[in-house]
T-cell receptor, first 115, second 117 residues
Framework: DTGVSQDPRHKITKRGQNVTFRCDPI?????LYWYRQTLGQGPEFLTY????????KSRLLSDRFSAERPKGSFSTLEIQRTEQGDSAMYLC?????????????FGEGSWLTVV | AQTVTQSQPEMSVQEAETVTLSCTYD???????LFWYKQPPSRQMILVIR??????QNATENRFSVNFQKAAKSFSLKISDSQLGDAAMYFC??????????????FGTGTRLTVIP
């Protein structure tokens, strides 16, 4: 199976600590997205990359959040000085960009609990 | 800004019966795509069906079909012959069809579907 993979699947951290999530997209997909999903809500867009370039960031992405995709393949999402409000599922997704309306495929998500 | 509304937080259906999940959206664009995603308890979002706004014909995927009413901005999902494995959270999503920009998905708040044996 060569779907979108995310690591770790679950992370419990103390408030104030830094956490990093990794996403490996489907290999031929050059667009990569990060979404956040809280309980009882639909996913909300955070940011996206086309190849290695981060082209758009949501207002939800505070200064404590940083995402990278250094070689246009895998991506990392780091949250610094975590707060309890950061507790959520962080979803990574990928798609091709040269076909308009192409499907976005999601990973299984990384669940963050800040205590 | 695009908004997606799912007015049914929860729905239930008897196994083998048919259920329809509702979705409305708001947009000023003419070129866009609509999707239904399924999120089982394992949490991975899985694409169920997609509809291009320029197509008049309603999309169908096996037991899943949509009723796309472009003028009314309505996009409902019909599940026929419901199975226990259909139990999940269902999200309606909108995506711009433009060639530029993120083309990211805007999601509704979801409908939790329970299938009763």
């Amino acid at each position: 199976d060569t779907g979108v993979s995310q690591d770790p699947r679950h992370k419990i951290t103390k408030r104030g600590q830094n956490v990093t999530f990794r996403c490996d997209p489907i290999s031929e997909h050059n667009r990569l997205y990060w979404y956040r999903q809280t309980l009882g809500q639909g996913p909300e867009f955070l940011t996206y990359f086309q190849n290695e370039a981060q082209l758009e960031k949501s207002r939800l992405l505070s200064d404590r959040f940083s995402a990278e995709r250094p070689k246009g393949s895998f991506s990392t999402l780091e949250i610094q000085r975590t707060e309890q409000g950061d507790s959520a599922m962080y979803l990574c997704a990928s798609s091709k960009s040269w076909i308009t309306g192409n499907t976005i495929y999601f990973g299984e998500g990384s669940w963050l609990t800040v205590v | 800004a695009q908004t997606v509304t799912q007015s049914q937080p929860e729905m239930s259906v008897q196994e083998a019966e048919t259920v329809t999940l509702s979705c409305t959206y708001d947009t000023s664009e003419s070129d866009y795509y609509l999707f239904w995603y399924k999120q089982p308890p394992s949490r991975q979002m899985i694409l169920v069906i997609r509809q291009e706004a320029y197509k008049q014909q309603n999309a169908t995927e096996n037991r899943f079909s949509v009723n796309f009413q472009k003028a009314a901005k309505s996009f409902s999902l019909k599940i026929s012959d419901s199975q226990l494995g259909d139990a999940a959270m269902y999200f309606c999503a909108y995506r711009s069809g433009g060639q530029t920009g993120a083309n990211n998905l805007f999601f509704g708040t979801g409908t939790r579907l329970t299938v009763i044996p």
